[in-house]
């Protein structure tokens, strides 16, 4: 106890000295972390945490490296006189001790690169020869490019061995990537004969990985409609990540169990004049097959699919279709029934034309022979008059005369239909639909009259005038009823035309009295007059206006010499038809005799 008090007393250098001499060590205690991980080409960081009896200062720090012999190399030392990095190292231009606040501080590497992939140690002595020591494995990793995969370029037999079925590679990775084949999302496994896969690596100049993966399989007729694809896991400073390349499909061969045969074309039921496409398949998938279409003749008509053009109903008939395996010569067969519906021409009894007294009934049939069911519809100027196959007409007039269309439809097939016309007559005798007579009272000198006639056989027109003479002017027309014929008459008096009709079965006729409208000369005569005082009060009022200077530019001058009377006067010379002598009016509305009319 009494020397403890007695050093207590000397100075503290030469208590260092003392402690020195006497053999007394201080405790040194480095702490630093087990690993430290770190992006290809970032930066590391590798911290070194001293504590000592001692205290930070006056302390000796070194950094090294340890290669893969366990050989150390130093790089860096720091002592109470200096810092400094060792020269001529792999690490002398990219190194640096940041100050942590302890002796040992952090070791910056910048530019991480893979040989980097060592132990560094932090060596720490302090004063009184205390040491400690720590050690930091420093871990690289490079993000690898995006994996590819590649489908085998042949289809592949499901009686063959395993099989090539695709490639995966990932490349430019570290450490090692790995990959895993998926097909429909459930992970491959090797197994003895079924799944076989070959995996390699390769490093460049640069040590990054390259991993390739190939995967046999011994396929399936399901693998057909099966995705492939691979899983590519790679680490990550702190985490493992995983990515995905796309999937692919691959051609399978397999034996066919049946063969199928069908209409292609058209979609609905057949009928005549179609062209029919008709198709065959199997449900194998072999390189080498063969089919064959045959009519129901046993003819070949082609391969996979034949097309019959403009077919009848001769045509209908079974269809046969065959498929070989040329690897086994094994065949299958089927067949399809085809049937080729009809619709004939339509058929009117009594054909064309037919002769119907009036009063009387008709009846007609229509019919069209048809593998389908029809609909029959009766139509007379485009409008509907009966349904069904029979047409009957009781008590016939003139106006059930025409042409009557009978038109037959398919309901289930839209654009099948036939058509067939009946032209009715409606005999008896001719009738005007005019009235009997007719009363027209007209100014105009030429008057147009019309006569329409019913009747069959068609009627005979002729205009007669109230003397009896024909008229030979008319236009005639056969009309569906009967007839109609125009006349244009002049008209100079009072006057009657007759329109008679005539045929086999009797006459009619019908009167036009026309009654002549004329014209008043009275009438005309006033106007004129009008006409002649209203042109008078103009030319005075004109007159008036110039000898006032109002128009001409006239300014108290005159601008021409004319010979004057007493008074400026307009003279209006007048006759009436009674007379021959004149009567002048002058602007006083004095008489004035022909010889004192105002010349210019």
Same mark, same amino acid.
């Given at each position: 106890?009494?020397?403890?008090?007695?050093?207590?007393?000397?100075?503290?250098?030469?208590?260092?000295?003392?402690?020195?001499?006497?053999?007394?060590?201080?405790?040194?205690?480095?702490?630093?972390?087990?690993?430290?991980?770190?992006?290809?080409?970032?930066? &590391?960081?590798?911290?070194?945490?001293?504590?000592?009896?001692? $205290?930070?200062?006056?302390?000796?720090?070194?950094?090294?490296?340890?290669?893969?012999? %366990?050989?150390?190399?130093?790089?860096?030392?720091?002592?109470?006189?200096?810092?400094?990095?060792?020269?001529?190292?792999?690490?002398?231009?990219?190194?640096?001790?940041?100050?942590?606040?302890?002796?040992?501080?952090?070791?910056?590497?910048?530019?991480?690169?893979?040989?980097?992939?060592?132990?560094?140690?932090?060596?720490?002595?302090? +004063?009184?020869?205390? *040491?400690?020591?720590?050690?930091?494995?420093?871990?690289?990793?490079?993000?690898?490019?995006?994996?590819?995969?590649?489908?085998?370029?042949? %289809?592949?037999?499901?009686?063959?061995?395993?099989?090539?079925?695709?490639?995966?590679?990932?490349?430019?990775?570290?450490?090692?990537?790995?990959?895993?084949? =998926?097909?429909?999302?459930?992970?491959?496994?090797?197994?003895?004969?079924?799944?076989?896969?070959?995996?390699?690596? *390769? *490093?460049?100049?640069?040590?990054?990985?390259?991993?390739?993966? @190939?995967?046999?399989?011994?396929?399936?007729?399901?693998?057909?409609?099966?995705?492939?694809?691979?899983?590519?896991? =790679? +680490?990550?400073?702190? &985490?493992?990540?995983?990515?995905?390349?796309?999937?692919?499909?691959?051609?399978?061969?397999?034996?066919?169990?049946?063969?199928?045969?069908?209409?292609?074309?058209?979609?609905?039921?057949?009928?005549?004049?179609?062209?029919?496409?008709?198709?065959?398949?199997?449900?194998?998938?072999?390189?080498?097959?063969?089919?064959?279409?045959?009519?129901?003749?046993?003819?070949?008509?082609?391969?996979?699919?034949?097309?019959?053009?403009?077919?009848?109903?001769?045509?209908? %008939?079974?269809?046969?279709?065959?498929?070989?395996?040329?690897?086994?010569?094994?065949?299958?067969?089927?067949?399809?029934?085809?049937?080729?519906?009809?619709?004939?021409?339509?058929?009117?009894?009594?054909?064309?034309?037919?002769?119907?007294?009036?009063?009387?009934?008709?009846? &007609?049939?229509?019919?069209?022979?048809?593998?389908?069911?029809?609909?029959?519809?009766?139509?007379?100027?485009?409008?509907?008059?009966?349904?069904?196959? /029979?047409?009957?007409?009781?008590?016939?007039? =003139?106006?059930?005369?025409?042409?009557?269309?009978?038109?037959?439809?398919?309901?289930?097939?839209?654009?099948?239909?036939?058509?067939?016309?009946?032209?009715?007559?409606?005999?008896?005798?001719?009738?005007?639909?005019?009235?009997?007579?007719?009363?027209?009272?007209?100014? @105009?000198?030429?008057?147009?009259?019309?006569?329409?006639?019913?009747?069959?056989?068609?009627?005979?027109?002729?205009?007669?005038?109230?003397?009896?003479?024909?008229?030979?002017?008319?236009?005639?027309?056969?009309? @569906?009823? %009967?007839?109609?014929?125009?006349?244009?008459?002049?008209?100079?008096?009072?006057?009657?035309?007759?329109?008679?009709?005539?045929?086999?079965?009797?006459?009619?006729?019908?009167? /036009?009295?026309?009654?002549?409208?004329?014209?008043?000369?009275?009438?005309?005569?006033?106007?004129?007059?009008?006409?002649?005082?209203?042109? &008078?009060?103009?030319?005075?009022?004109? /007159?008036?206006?110039?000898?006032?200077?109002?128009?001409?530019?006239?300014?108290?001058?005159?601008?021409?010499?004319? @010979?004057?009377?007493?008074?400026?006067?307009?003279?209006?010379?007048?006759?009436?038809?009674?007379?021959?002598?004149?009567?002048?009016?002058?602007?006083? $509305?004095?008489?004035?005799?022909?010889?004192?009319?105002?010349?210019?």
């Amino acid at each position: 106890m009494a020397v403890r008090d007695a050093a207590s007393l000397l100075p503290p250098l030469l208590l260092l000295a003392l402690l020195h001499t006497w053999g007394a060590r201080a405790a040194v205690e480095v702490t630093m972390e087990e690993e430290v991980q770190v992006f290809h080409g970032d930066t &590391a960081r590798i911290p070194c945490t001293v504590t000592s009896d001692d $205290g930070s200062g006056g302390m000796i720090v070194q950094w090294f490296y340890v290669i893969s012999s %366990g050989k150390s190399h130093l790089i860096y030392n720091q002592d109470s006189m200096e810092k400094r990095v060792v020269k001529n190292t792999p690490y002398t231009d990219r190194i640096a001790v940041e100050n942590n606040g302890t002796a040992g501080g952090v070791l910056t590497i910048s530019d991480v690169q893979l040989h980097d992939e060592v132990e560094f140690v932090c060596h720490v002595r302090s +004063l009184t020869d205390g *040491t400690g020591e720590g050690r930091t494995r420093l871990r690289v990793f490079k993000t690898p490019d995006f994996p590819t995969i590649e489908r085998a370029e042949k %289809g592949i037999s499901v009686d063959d061995e395993p099989s090539k079925v695709g490639t995966c590679e990932v490349k430019n990775g570290y450490p090692k990537p790995t990959i895993t084949w =998926y097909r429909n999302n459930m992970p491959l496994r090797s197994i003895t004969d079924v799944v076989n896969l070959i995996n390699s690596a *390769t *490093t460049g100049s640069s040590d990054l990985f390259s991993v390739k993966s @190939e995967l046999f399989l011994k396929v399936k007729k399901e693998d057909k409609d099966a995705t492939f694809y691979c899983e590519v896991k =790679y +680490l990550v400073p702190g &985490a493992e990540k995983m990515t995905e390349t796309n999937g692919i499909n691959i051609t399978v061969f397999y034996p066919a169990t049946e063969v199928n045969m069908w209409v292609e074309s058209p979609k609905r039921l057949i009928v005549e004049g179609d062209s029919v496409k008709l198709r065959c398949s199997s449900n194998g998938n072999v390189p080498s097959q063969e089919f064959e279409i045959k009519d129901k003749n046993g003819v070949s008509l082609g391969g996979s699919e034949a097309v019959l053009e403009k077919v009848s109903r001769l045509d209908s %008939g079974v269809y046969e279709c065959s498929v070989v395996d040329m690897n086994t010569f094994e065949e299958l067969t089927t067949n399809t029934a085809i049937f080729v519906n009809y619709l004939d021409e339509a058929v009117i009894e009594p054909k064309d034309t037919v002769l119907v007294e009036q009063r009387k009934e008709l009846k &007609a049939t229509c019919n069209a022979l048809s593998s389908l069911h029809t609909k029959t519809t009766w139509l007379k100027n485009g409008k509907e008059v009966s349904k069904g196959h /029979y047409l009957s007409l009781k008590n016939i007039t =003139y106006d059930d005369a025409g042409l009557y269309v009978c038109i037959v439809t398919v309901p289930e097939i839209e654009e099948m239909q036939t058509n067939a016309s009946l032209q009715v007559h409606v005999q008896g005798p001719p009738e005007i639909t005019e009235n009997k007579l007719i009363e027209k009272e007209t100014a @105009e000198k030429e008057v147009e009259l019309s006569c329409h006639v019913k009747g069959y056989p068609t009627p005979k027109i002729t205009w007669t005038s109230s003397d009896g003479k024909v008229i030979g002017s008319a236009s005639h027309m056969t009309t @569906e009823l %009967g007839a109609k014929s125009v006349v244009k008459v002049k008209v100079t008096s009072n006057m009657t035309v007759i329109c008679s009709s005539s045929n086999s079965f009797g006459t009619d006729s019908v009167t /036009y009295s026309i009654k002549a409208k004329i014209r008043s000369n009275g009438v005309i005569i006033a106007v004129i007059i009008i006409c002649i005082l209203l042109l &008078a009060i103009l030319g005075s009022v004109l /007159y008036f206006l110039y000898k006032k200077g109002k128009i001409c530019n006239r300014s108290g001058k005159q601008d021409f010499t004319k @010979e004057k009377s007493g008074k400026d006067r307009i003279v209006v010379e007048m006759k009436s038809d009674n007379t021959e002598e004149a009567i002048l009016l002058g602007v006083n $509305g004095e008489k004035q005799l022909p010889g004192d009319q105002i010349h210019s």
